[in-house]
């Protein structure tokens, strides 16, 4: 089983035994404002936990969803994952959601950065990406901080589900490469 840690943070396979403490933020409109998913009911959180069980399953892995949890009391406060682009496995996408009563406290911008270490040190990824609505300036925010570029604002390019409406949105584009990400946490 693949874990990762921090300083304050454990980072493990994300499964159905977390159900309750997933639900409790995923099923929260305010927590998935601008995701492209959710709010999920009990059954699509369900089957979403349920397909993240398969991802892990695979061999290897082209998907790794973690739960991220506090050292202190191993309590789940969010999923962090991975997303390999492509079958030669050299470029992944980042995403995370955090339960509300945890933001502004970098554990966001610590999980990703822990995930970014395990993708270019033990995956050996060439590239690490990750894009945020761009009224989601929390999440540019913890791109930001980890190190990553803004390589591009597009101007009402997704139509899709921000809050409780379909519309067009602009999004922020990041990304970041292995020797650059290396240098910087030498």
């Known amino acids: 089983m693949i874990t990762l840690e921090t300083e304050r943070l454990h980072m ?6 977390d159900f309750d403490a997933f639900y409790s933020y995923g ?4 927590n998935m404002t601008y995701m492209i998913f959710g709010p999920y009911t009990k059954e699509t959180a369900k089957g979403y936990l349920e397909m993240v069980e398969n991802w892990w399953r695979e ?7 973690f739960a991220v949890t506090l050292k202190e009391t191993e309590q789940m406060i969010g999923n962090c994952g991975l997303y390999l682009d492509d079958e030669r496995r050299s470029t992944g996408m980042l995403g995370w959601c955090f339960h509300r009563d945890h933001w502004n406290r970098g554990y966001a911008t610590e999980a990703v ?19 945020c609505n761009a009224d989601n300036l929390a999440s540019a925010k913890v791109m930001e901080h980890v ?7 597009f101007i009402n390019n997704r139509f899709d589900r921000v809050g ?6 602009s999004e922020f ?11 910087e946490n030498e």
């Open 27 to 30: 099923s929260v409109p305010e």
């Open 173 to 183: 584009f990041y990304g970041i490469l292995k020797d650059e990400f290396i240098g």
């Open 59 to 65: 061999e290897p892995p082209k998907i790794y969803e």
């Open 113 to 131: 950065k822990a995930i970014m270490k395990f993708g270019f040190e033990d995956l050996d990824l060439h590239r690490i990406h990750a894009e």
């Open 164 to 169: 409780d409406k379909k519309m067009w949105y």
């Open 12 to 17: 493990r396979p994300l499964g159905v035994e």
């Open 147 to 153: 190190g990553m570029r803004r390589e591009g604002h």
